[in-house]
C-alpha cells in the first residue's frame, strides 16, 4: 500500500477493482465515504459482480472474471490516446524517456521477443546502455525506440470496442468510467486504486497490479496525498508476514534468499545488489551489503564473522521452486516426511484441495499450532485419495491474537502495538513459546547427539531473559537493531554497516524500536499536516514515511504539484512534510524521485518479470474463450500449470460456466464458523447465480444447486440475484458466471448436518502466477445443476 487508509480521505476518484472494500474493508471504507462527502470524489466500482462498493459507486463496470488487464489497458489507452496524462511527471519521474533495444515488442501470437522453450529470456529486454553501463535517455517522448511510444504502441490495440469484446461490458459503459479515472491526470487533482485478492488471486496477477501502476504513474498520482495504489490486505499482518520474509524466497526486508550457485558471500550479494542504471539514482539497494550483514549478526551474533562470510553458509540454499504448489506437490509424491503448520490451514485454504488431502496423507507427522480444530488438524476425518493416511497429527494449541503482544503490520505500513487482552485459556501458549521450547529441544538434541549440518542450530543467537517464552518487546528491539559496540539501538537504517559492527532482524524495521522507546506503541491522535498522515501515531516502514515514493509528489525544483495536498517540498535548505523519500540533504534536481530503483525512477517498462515488460491481458488457465487478442497465445505462457492425474484441468464444452470466489462481512477467512455468534449470522454456504441462467436451469431461488468441476464438487443453495449479468464476449458468445463464498468447511459450527458448508477449494484448479506464485482462486470453469430433489 503506497499510501494507507487515512489518506484516501485525500482523493478526487477512487478505483475499487479487485477488491470490495465496504463489504471486506468496512472500517477502512470510511475513508472513501469521507472522501465523497468532503471532496466530492468519485468512486468508480469495477467489479464481476454489483456488490456493495457498486452500491455507492457513481459508476459500475461488470467485466467478465479473469478481463482486468484489458480494462486497465483500455484505461492506459485512453490516458495516452487523448493526451490526458500528466506529462511533465512523465518526463521527470517514470522510465518513459529510456531507449530500448529492438526486439521485444509484442508478436501476432501474444509472445513478446525472446521466448524459446516456454520460457523468456529476459535479456532480450534490456535498456540501451553507454559506455558507463547507464541508461541512454531519448531527448523527446515521440522519439519511436523510447518507452513511452513501445509504451503507446503496446496499448493501442486496446480500444473500447475492444475492451468490450473481452470484458464484456459495453462501450458506453467503458467510457464513462475512463472519463472519470483519467480526469486525475492533472497536477491539481488527484486518484486512488484500491485493489484486494480479486487482482492477486490470478495466474496474471503481478501483471494486473503492473498495469494498475503504469496508469497511475502516467496521470502523475504515484507519491501523491489521494493517490497510490493501494493493496487491502484482508489480514492485520498480512503485510507484516511478508515484511519479515515469510515467502519461501525472501530474507526479511525483501532480500533474496541465496540459492546453490552463491558458493560465496561476496558472489551473493554482488548479484542481489543492483548496478545504477542512471547518474542521478541514489539506488538504496546499492546499501544491501549493510542490510544482509547486519541480519547476520542479529541471527548468529558473534558466531556470524568476517571470517566465516558473516555465516553464510549457514543459511539455506534455495534450489527450486518451494511455493504452495509444488510444496504440496512433494507431499503427494511422498518426497515430504513432516509438515509443521503455525496459524494456516491449507486443507481449506489451498488450490485442489483433494489433492492437498491425500498429500497430507503421505506424510510421516504433521505439527499444528492452532487455536481450533481445523480441517487441517482433522484432515483424516474425511473420504481422502490416499488409502490409509499414515501420518501422526500433533496440534499445539495456541493463543489468539487477543491472547498475545507484539506488533500488527496492516495495509497503510502502519506497524502498531497492541497488549494481551486476556490469557490464553487451558494449555494454550503463545508462537513464541511454542517455537522456542521446540527450537530449544532441537539444540539439546544436536548438542547431545550431533548431526549431518549442526551448525546453524547450535550457533543461533539466543539470548532472551526467558528463553522458553521469549518476550516479544525484546524480540522487536532485536529486529529493530543495535551498535553492538555499546549496545545502542540504532535510530534508522542509515546506520547500518557491513563490517559486522551492527545488528538488525530486518532492516525496513529499523528505527521502530529505538533508544526513544517502541516507536509502534506511540498513540499521538494529532495531525499537523490536515491530511491524515499522523506522523506521531504507530510506525510507519520505512522511516515513518506515511506515503511511499513522496519525491514524486513534487516538481524538479522541490514545488508541490497541488501546494493544498503538498507530500513535501523543498523551502530552500531542507525538505518539509512528510519523511522525504530521499536523502534529507539532497537538494532538488540531485537524486531521482525512486531511490530503491536503479534506474531512480519508476517503471512504466519494465524487463523483471517472467511473462513480459508489459503487461498483456492472457484468458485465465480454465477459460470460456479463446484469446481474442490472439488466440494461438490465449493462457500466460509462462503461468505454472499442474494438469496430470489429480491435477486435470476442465474443457469449456463441459464445464461451460465461469465461477469465481469472494468473501462476506459476516466471516473472517475461516476462524469465525468456530464462533457461536457469527456462525448464526451467515451458517450456510450458497451459490449466487444470474436470473438469466437460473431460468435456463430452471433453478428457483434456495433450490439445492451442485457445482462441480473435474476436481471436485459442492453443493449449496441458490441466492437467485440481479447483481451477476449475463456476457457477451468474443464476438458475441454469451458468457455466464456465479459467485462462491470461501468461508465453510468441514469443522466449526457451521460444519455439522446436512446444510454444512463445502470447502470451495475442491473446485480450483493448481495454477499459479509466475511471479508471486499464488493461486487462480477467482476464475475457473465449472458445471452447474439443480440437484434432484433439491427444490426448497
Not at 705 to 718: I, K, L
Request: one cysteine or more; a neutral charge; aromatic letters at 10%.
Amino acid at each position: 500500500m503506497t499510501n494507507g487508509w487515512t489518506d484516501i480521505r485525500n482523493t478526487d476518484v477512487v478505483l475499487a477493482m479487485g477488491g470490495n472494500p465496504a463489504e471486506n474493508h468496512p472500517c477502512g471504507f470510511k475513508w472513501v465515504i469521507e472522501a465523497k462527502k468532503k471532496r466530492g470524489a468519485r468512486l468508480v466500482s469495477v467489479d464481476p459482480r454489483f456488490n456493495r462498493t457498486s452500491a455507492v459507486s457513481d459508476c459500475f463496470v461488470q467485466i467478465r472474471a479473469g478481463t482486468d488487464i484489458a480494462f486497465l489497458g483500455g484505461l492506459i489507452r485512453h490516458t495516452v490516446e487523448n493526451k490526458r496524462f500528466h506529462e511533465e511527471y512523465v518526463r521527470l519521474h517514470t522510465n518513459a524517456l529510456f531507449l530500448l533495444e529492438p526486439g521485444f515488442e509484442l508478436d501476432a501470437d501474444g509472445l513478446f521477443g525472446g521466448f524459446a522453450d516456454g520460457k523468456y529470456d529476459r535479456s532480450k529486454w534490456e535498456y540501451r546502455l553507454d559506455g558507463k553501463g547507464f541508461a541512454k535517455r531519448a531527448q523527446s517522448l515521440d522519439d519511436p525506440n523510447c518507452v513511452f511510444q513501445h509504451l503507446k504502441r503496446h496499448f493501442s490495440r486496446y480500444t473500447p470496442e475492444a475492451v468490450a469484446d473481452v470484458c464484456g461490458c459495453t462501450k458506453e459503459d467503458f467510457l464513462k468510467a475512463a472519463e472519470i479515472v483519467t480526469s486525475t491526470g492533472t497536477p491539481d487533482r488527484a486518484g486512488t486504486i484500491m485493489y484486494a485478492l480479486g487482482w492477486t488471486h490470478h495466474s496474471t496477477s503481478v501483471q494486473i497490479i503492473r498495469a494498475a501502476a503504469i496508469l497511475q504513474l502516467l496521470l502523475g498520482n504515484v507519491g501523491r496525498a489521494g493517490g497510490g495504489v493501494n493493496a487491502l490486505r484482508g489480514h492485520a499482518n498480512i503485510q507484516g508476514g511478508t515484511d519479515h520474509g515469510m515467502a519461501y524466497h525472501m530474507l526479511p526486508g525483501y532480500l533474496r534468499v541465496p540459492s546453490p550457485a552463491d558458493d560465496t558471500v561476496q558472489k551473493y550479494l554482488e548479484r542481489i545488489t543492483p548496478p545504477s542504471l542512471s547518474p542521478t539514482s541514489m539506488n538504496y539497494w546499492a546499501n544491501t551489503p549493510k542490510f544482509f550483514v547486519s541480519l547476520m549478526k542479529a541471527i548468529y551474533g558473534k558466531a556470524a564473522t568476517a571470517e566465516n562470510q558473516w555465516a553464510f553458509h549457514w543459511l539455506p540454499k534455495v534450489d527450486r521452486n518451494y511455493s504452495w504448489l509444488f510444496m504440496f506437490d512433494d507431499m503427494y509424491r511422498g518426497k515430504t516426511r513432516g509438515f509443521i503448520d503455525f496459524g494456516m490451514n491449507p486443507v481449506a485454504n489451498g488450490p485442489n484441495t483433494e489433492k492437498i488431502l491425500a498429500a497430507l496423507g503421505k506424510l510421516d507427522w504433521m505439527v499444528l499450532a492452532e487455536a481450533f480444530e481445523t480441517e487441517t488438524a482433522a484432515f483424516w476425518k474425511e473420504k481422502i485419495s490416499a488409502e490409509n493416511p499414515k501420518t501422526e497429527v500433533f496440534l499445539l494449541p495456541a493463543a489468539i491474537f487477543a491472547e498475545k503482544d507484539g506488533s500488527f503490520t496492516n495495509s497503510s505500513r502502519w506497524a502498531q502495538w497492541k497488549y494481551v487482552a486476556a490469557d490464553p485459556p487451558g494449555e494454550a501458549k503463545t508462537d513464541q513459546e511454542i517455537l522456542a521450547r521446540i527450537f530449544l529441544c532441537l539444540r539439546d538434541l544436536y548438542a547431545k547427539e550431533g548431526g549431518a549440518f549442526p551448525e546453524p542450530i547450535l550457533n543461533l543467537e539466543w539470548s532472551y531473559k526467558n528463553p522458553y517464552a521469549p518476550g516479544l518487546e525484546e524480540i522487536a528491539r532485536e529486529i529493530n537493531g543495535k551498535d553492538l559496540a555499546t549496545g545502542r539501538q540504532l535510530s534508522g537504517f542509515g546506520e547500518l554497516k557491513a563490517d559486522g559492527t551492527t545488528s538488525s532482524g530486518d532492516w525496513l524495521y529499523c528505527g521502530s524500536f529505538t533508544e526513544a522507546g517502541n516507536m509502534m506503541a506511540r498513540r499521538d491522535p494529532r495531525d499537523p499536516s490536515g491530511l491524515g498522515r499522523y506522523e506521531g501515531w504507530a510506525w510507519n516502514w520505512p522511516a515513518n514515511r506515511r506515503v511511499l515514493y513522496n519525491r514524486a509528489s513534487a516538481d524538479g525544483q522541490g514545488r508541490p504539484w497541488d501546494p493544498t495536498r503538498a507530500g513535501i517540498a523543498w523551502d530552500g535548505a531542507k525538505w518539509v512534510g512528510d519523511t522525504p523519500d530521499l536523502r534529507p540533504d539532497a537538494a532538488p534536481g540531485t537524486m531521482d524521485a525512486f531511490i530503491m530503483l536503479p534506474e531512480g525512477v519508476a517503471k512504466l517498462w519494465a524487463p523483471d518479470f517472467m511473462d513480459g515488460p508489459f503487461p498483456e491481458h492472457y484468458e485465465a488457465v480454465e477459460h470460456p474463450v479463446e484469446n481474442p487478442l490472439h488466440p494461438k497465445t490465449t493462457i500466460n505462457p509462462v503461468a505454472i500449470v499442474m494438469k496430470e492425474g489429480i491435477d486435470k484441468l476442465g474443457d469449456a464444452k463441459e464445464y461451460d460456466i465461469v465461477a469465481t470466489t469472494f468473501r462476506l462481512t459476516e466471516h473472517f477467512h475461516f476462524w469465525t464458523k468456530h464462533v457461536a455468534p457469527t456462525a448464526m449470522l451467515q451458517p450456510e454456504f450458497f451459490v449466487e447465480i444470474p436470473e438469466g441462467l437460473a431460468r435456463l436451469k430452471k433453478i428457483r431461488n434456495e433450490d439445492r444447486v451442485r457445482v462441480s468441476t473435474p476436481r471436485g464438487a459442492v453443493e449449496g443453495r441458490a441466492l437467485v440475484t440481479k447483481r451477476i449479468r449475463e456476457m457477451k464476449v468474443a464476438g458475441g458468445k454469451t458468457v455466464w458466471q456465479i459467485g462462491l463464498p470461501i468461508h465453510w468447511g468441514f469443522e466449526g459450527r457451521t460444519g455439522k448436518g446436512k446444510d454444512r458448508g463445502p470447502m470451495v477449494n475442491l473446485l480450483t484448479p493448481s495454477v499459479v502466477d509466475p511471479n508471486s506464485f499464488t493461486p487462480e482462486y477467482k476464475t475457473f470453469q465449472v458445471k452447474l445443476e439443480k440437484v434432484s430433489g433439491g427444490t426448497a
